[in-house]
């Protein structure tokens, strides 16, 4: 059974950090696609970062040279680093698992970021 647990989120001000951390459990982390999403009120849910497995990190142009995701295969976790945070990063934050040799994918249950003076 996947499971895919997300913490670190809270309240932050302009310009604050925070940093999320995903663990998972149920699969083979090495060989699974991990991903941060991240949906903001009204709003669809977008692509923050994506951590291939093989193939290297890619951030959405919003995030970059702000946030920092990475990934630890012998812990089985992803970490999302958010700086210079701004209030339109407020969302929750979602962590999503792909496993390449099953073709499907798992959700965590969301973190919720806010971020506001």
């Known amino acids: 059974q996947v499971q895919l647990v997300e913490s670190g989120g809270g309240l932050v001000q302009p310009g604050g950090s925070l940093r999320l951390s995903c663990g998972a459990s149920g699969l083979t982390f090495s060989r699974t696609d991990m991903s941060w999403y991240r949906q903001a009120p009204g709003k669809e849910r977008e692509l923050v970062a994506a951590?291939?497995?093989?193939?290297?990190?890619q951030y959405a142009d919003s995030v970059k040279g702000r946030f920092t995701a990475s990934r630890d295969n012998a812990k089985n976790a992803v970490y999302l680093q958010m700086n210079s945070l701004k209030p339109e990063d407020t969302a929750v934050y979602y962590c999503?698992?792909?496993?390449?040799?099953?073709?499907?994918?798992?959700w965590g249950q969301g973190t919720q970021v806010t971020v506001s003076s």
């Open positions: 951590l291939r497995a093989f193939y290297g990190t």
């Open positions: 999503k698992a792909y496993r390449l040799a099953a073709g499907d994918d798992y």
